[in-house]
């Protein structure tokens, strides 16, 4: 399954089968397919990444994240789509701030590359068997 952020992009866990050299590893990993504004991301230089089509995309549940923190849904999805405004804006005047998921991990933008990088242990929380490859293939 997958949750779209509106403006930003998509979280997703994927399935990859890589072939070792004695083993065949299938491992869960995290990606980030980036959905923003074009004009925001000129002169940037961002990953391409595929999201299946077989994974389940849902939009971002506002009433759950409004139950973690006690503020109303519509106060939770006001704050994101403001912070989603600003981060835009600030790529847009070049800024480079980097824009952090608490759990998840980091989207930064170094040397003109926007990309997302994934804590080790949101990784290892996906992947309980091949943890290793799983963290060389994020």
Same mark, same amino acid.
Request: glycine share 6%.
């Given at each position: 399954?997958?949750?779209?952020?509106?403006?930003?992009?998509?979280?997703?866990?994927?399935?990859?089968?890589?072939?070792?050299?004695?083993?065949?590893?299938?491992?869960?990993?995290?990606?980030?397919?980036?959905?923003?504004?074009?004009?925001?991301?000129?002169?940037?230089?961002?990953?391409?990444?595929?999201?299946?089509?077989?994974?389940?995309?849902?939009?971002?549940?506002?009433?759950?994240?409004?139950?973690?923190?006690?503020?109303?849904?519509?106060?939770?999805?006001?704050?994101?789509?403001?912070?989603?405004?600003?981060?835009?804006?600030?790529? +847009?005047? +070049?800024?480079?701030?980097?824009?952090?998921?608490?759990?998840?991990?980091?989207?930064?933008?170094?040397?003109?590359?926007?990309?997302?990088?994934?804590?080790?242990?949101?990784?290892?929380?996906?992947?309980? +068997?091949?943890?290793?490859?799983?963290?060389?293939?994020?």
């Amino acid at each position: 399954q997958g949750v779209l952020v509106p403006g930003l992009g998509t979280f997703a866990v994927v399935r990859e089968q890589i072939n070792g050299t004695e083993e065949v590893y299938v491992v869960r990993r995290p990606v980030f397919q980036l959905d923003m504004d074009m004009s925001c991301l000129r002169e940037l230089v961002f990953p391409t990444v595929m999201i299946p089509g077989d994974i389940e995309i849902m939009p971002l549940d506002y009433w759950w994240l409004s139950q973690t923190n006690s503020l109303p849904p519509d106060m939770v999805r006001g704050c994101v789509e403001e912070t989603i405004l600003l981060y835009s804006f600030q790529l +847009r005047t +070049r800024q480079r701030p980097a824009f952090t998921f608490k759990n998840i991990g980091i989207l930064s933008c170094q040397d003109n590359v926007l990309c997302m990088q994934f804590h080790c242990s949101c990784i290892a929380g996906l992947e309980s +068997r091949d943890i290793w490859v799983a963290l060389l293939l994020t």
